[in-house]
């Protein structure tokens, strides 16, 4: 096994974790879609050319790349509910009185996988995000919240989307991404913390060097 390297999908938890959860799901759905990986490698050598690294100013020029960044926050969103806010004041909403300083979550989760606004949510699908409407992760659209919304979404947007871009794209430029030994797939069931959802078993992924 000279030309295979093992590489566990686990890694430790930081301040950053919530980044490397989604770098799990990502490296997980890609894996368990070959066709979407040879797509995104497609893409990166199309673009980019042989042998030269994916960089942060590369990302804009990847549209379907992008749109698998977008899709694993879509339906692997690594804080479901978002970071809990409170209201200061009492205020009305749809008809409902909010008391003052109530503690308020949301479910972005559920906006980004209602079936009413996206077909058949339950896969992953990156060319949902490749149509004339531009959905984006800032919170320009309020089926798609990964980081919030307004003066309180997180500020980690500006870090988490060009740190998962460049993980798993250059990955992908340098192993075909196969499953566990003996395995078809990658078991993608969840593990649900206190707010947070992430791969529950981590697996060894097979990396098969590029030639």
């Known amino acids: 096994c000279g030309d295979i390297l093992l590489m566990n999908v686990q890694w430790v938890a930081t301040a ?26 497609d893409e990166l050598n199309t ?28 339906k692997h969103m690594a804080i479901p509910l978002l970071v809990p ?4 004041k009492q205020a009305k909403l749809a008809g409902y009185d909010i008391p003052a300083e ?16 996206w077909d058949k949510p339950e896969e992953f699908r990156p ?21 919030g919304v307004g003066r309180r979404s997180c500020p980690g947007i500006i870090l988490a989307i060009p740190i998962l871009s460049i993980v798993l794209g250059r990955l992908v430029q340098s192993f075909e991404l196969l499953p566990p ?25 097979v990396c098969k060097p590029l030639r």
Request: proline content about 6%.
């Open 16 to 41: 950053i974790e919530t980044t490397l959860w989604s770098v799990e799901w990502g490296l997980a759905e890609l894996v368990n879609n070959p066709d979407i990986q040879k797509k995104v490698r």
């Open 127 to 147: 060319e949902r995000f490749l149509g004339a409407e531009k959905i984006e992760a800032n919170g320009n659209d309020f089926r798609f919240l990964p980081f």
């Open 181 to 205: 030994p003996g395995q078809s797939k990658i078991d993608m069931e969840g593990r649900a913390g206190q707010f947070s959802l992430n791969i529950k078993t981590h697996s060894t992924v």
């Open 47 to 74: 673009v980019l050319g042989h042998g030269k690294l994916i960089t942060e100013p590369d990302i804009p020029n990847l549209p379907y790349f992008h749109a698998v960044i977008k899709e694993t926050l879509r």
């Open 102 to 117: 109530s503690k308020i979550l949301v479910n972005a989760w559920y906006l980004a996988n209602n079936p009413d606004w």
């Open 85 to 88: 806010h409170m209201n200061l």
